[in-house]
């Protein structure tokens, strides 16, 4: 059975006193995880030491970067490398967020060898894709997530491969409080899956979770998760509350 995986994306928020108190409720919740269950948290790099003691003793409970360079070392003033985050026993990485493709200029090459620096470090990245509104509207989201999944992630070997996870986030819904219907998640993570069938096979593919990003909520949660080909998901705000977050858990299959 695939991992289901609720993953929190802190984002540039909370104060080290607030994540503290967060993560620290958290873990006073008791939420017991089932073995195919994951709870992961991407807080800033601040706080990884902080928060990799504050799930430590606890089941399938992990911490993860929020990015990583893709370079191994050198001079990169304010970078962090997957060798650092190794050093602080950080067993995630997220990679390819669609702000850090906006914001700072990141390709699908660029990505590519983050997957590489993660994979060389046995840090899984959480591969994140996805379309803007305008290619939605214009209704080729498929051939533009297919496209990111290829020159990001298929020159890997099918060993490799079964070391990714991938987050399907529609940059319209991220953030905006508008969620892809279940149908169009449920569609989208078809489209995923067929890809990775076409390249690795119908054994391999599916075996690699994919989650849902996008405005997740503890009141949608549920619905989003019962789709068959949804794992789980990203969650951006709502992880910033403890009451919704332990909702969002609970609502993993």
């Not at 989650?211 to 998760?225: C, D, I, M, R, T």
């Amino acid at each position: 059975m695939r991992k289901q995986i609720a993953a929190a994306n802190w984002k540039m928020n909370l104060t080290y006193q607030q994540g503290t108190t967060l993560l620290k409720t958290l873990m006073e919740a008791g939420i017991k995880l089932k073995e195919n269950q994951i709870a992961l948290f991407a807080v800033p790099f601040p706080y990884l030491e902080m928060a990799v003691h504050a799930i430590q003793n606890k089941n399938n409970y992990f911490i993860a970067a929020q990015n990583c360079s893709d370079k191994k070392s050198g001079a990169y003033t304010g970078e962090v490398s997957a060798e650092m985050l190794k050093s602080l026993n950080i067993k995630y990485c997220l990679v390819g967020h669609s702000e850090r493709r906006e914001y700072f200029a990141e390709t699908n090459k660029i990505l590519s060898d983050k997957i590489n620096m993660c994979l060389a470090y046995d840090i899984t990245p959480v591969f994140c894709c996805g379309e803007n509104l305008q290619t939605r509207e214009q209704n080729q989201q498929n051939t533009f997530v297919a496209q990111q999944l290829r020159e990001s992630l298929f020159h890997l070997t099918k060993e490799q491969i079964l070391k990714i996870v991938i987050a399907y986030e529609p940059i319209w819904a991220i953030g905006t409080g508008k969620t892809a219907s279940t149908e169009q998640a449920q569609e989208m993570h078809v489209c995923i899956r067929s890809e990775l069938k076409n390249q690795y096979g119908n054994s391999v593919a599916d075996q690699i979770s994919i989650l849902y990003g996008g405005s997740v909520k503890a009141n949608n949660a549920k619905e989003l998760f019962l789709s068959e080909n949804v794992d789980g998901g990203l969650v951006g705000g709502a992880s910033l509350v403890a009451s919704e977050f332990i909702e969002i858990i609970k609502a993993l299959k």
